[in-house]
């Protein structure tokens, strides 16, 4: 197997990765609606983390993935 046959995706941090790329992450991950409620919760955690130590950059993405998270719960509803 080259490393052309690897998807450039999983190697890149998801800050880095273009939308194409995000796109085909997220089709691959399974939309169930506990699993998706259980990464708010990790998502909720961090963010106060975050705040804790007032990183702005990291609160301010994590906020932004919240949401995706929560519209993607409804969905699963």
Do not use: C, G, H
């Not at 690897?6 to 800050?15: D, L, S």
């Not at 790329?21 to 997220?26: D, K, Y």
């Not at 409620?37 to 993405?61: G, M, T, V, Y």
């Amino acid at each position: 197997m080259s490393s052309q046959d690897q998807n450039p995706a999983e190697e890149k941090p998801i800050e880095k990765m273009t939308v194409v790329e995000l796109r085909e992450t997220a089709k691959k991950t399974v939309s169930n609606k506990m699993t998706v409620k259980e990464k708010i919760k990790n998502l909720k955690q961090l963010k106060k983390e975050a705040r804790k130590s007032k990183d702005k950059k990291k609160i301010n993405f994590l906020r932004r993935r919240l949401s995706r998270f929560k519209k993607r719960s409804r969905k699963a509803a």
